[in-house]
């Protein structure tokens, strides 16, 4: 039974960051370099201990506009939340008790270019790449029941190209958003092995709006996705 009555975790962490910056921008238009390194620690009475490093880079011209360059690479660990493990057993879904953390590694970057004409612009394109040991996934069995699993291996990495507005005084803004991602099962001996994951879209396109008023603020969302498989053959979408 995936039913516990009273479920405890007790949850320790530690997190350490700094910032140095080798060239330091000492007038406009001047380039300067930050580098952060950061490292954080976890130990969960249910899912061991783990120590996630990472380092970020950031690059940035200021002038009439912004230019800036930015990176991370770094380790990822994530234990299973309470509702992986233990959502009651029912006729659609049921938790895992034997779920064990994820564990991986990470790289991203991307370019941000910031200029003000008639009001605030920004555009951003940005990549991103993860491996990851142990992806817990909600996958359906055949009568179509929900369950989570770990992943031997999962690769995941993308695009995302935005770009947002907003008026001087911040009252109006939009900001739209295209994301393509690639979201494969790598674990080498599952018969899976190179399938999309299931319910990742390949591709979405994203739309957000508000505008505010004196006492409140009016907002809206809008999105579009591309079909998404529901097993993990990949035999239906």
Same mark, same amino acid.
Not at 32 to 54: A, F, H, W
Not at 184 to 196: A, E, L, M, P
């Given at each position: ?12 962490? +530690? ?14 238009? +001047? ?11 976890d130990d969960y009475s249910d899912g061991g201990e783990r ?12 002038? #009439? ?6 990176? &991370? ?42 200029? &003000? ?9 940005? #990549? ?12 359906? @069995? ?27 005084? @911040? ?14 099962? @790598? ?33 809206? &969302?809008?999105?579009?996705? @591309? ?11």
């Amino acid at each position: 039974s995936t039913e516990l009555r009273k479920p405890e975790r007790t949850q320790r962490s +530690a997190f350490v960051q700094t910032e140095w910056r080798p060239i330091a921008a000492r007038q406009n238009g +001047a380039w300067q370099l930050t580098v952060i390194p950061s490292l954080r620690y976890d130990d969960y009475s249910d899912g061991g201990e783990r120590s996630s490093p990472k380092l970020a880079l950031a690059l940035n011209r200021q002038t #009439a506009t912004r230019l800036s360059l930015h990176g &991370s690479a770094g380790k990822s660990f994530r234990v299973p939340s309470m509702n992986d493990l233990f959502w009651p057993a029912g006729l659609y879904e049921a938790g895992n008790p034997n779920l064990q953390p994820e564990r991986g590694r990470e790289i991203e970057g991307g370019v941000l270019y910031e200029f &003000s004409r008639a009001g605030n612009w920004q555009l951003e394109l940005a #990549a991103f790449d993860s491996k990851i040991k142990g992806l817990i996934v909600w996958i359906p @069995d055949a009568s179509f029941r929900f369950s989570p699993e770990n992943l031997d291996d999962a690769h995941l990495n993308g695009i995302e190209l935005s770009t947002a507005w907003r008026s001087n005084g @911040d009252r109006l803004g939009w900001r739209a958003s295209f994301t393509r991602l690639s979201a494969t099962n @790598d674990s080498k001996n599952s018969i899976n092995r190179g399938k999309h994951l299931v319910y990742r879209p390949r591709h979405k396109f994203d739309v957000q709006a508000h505008f505010a008023l004196r006492y409140f603020t009016l907002g809206g &969302s809008f999105q579009v996705v @591309d079909e998404r498989f529901t097993n993990a053959e990949n035999t239906s979408s």
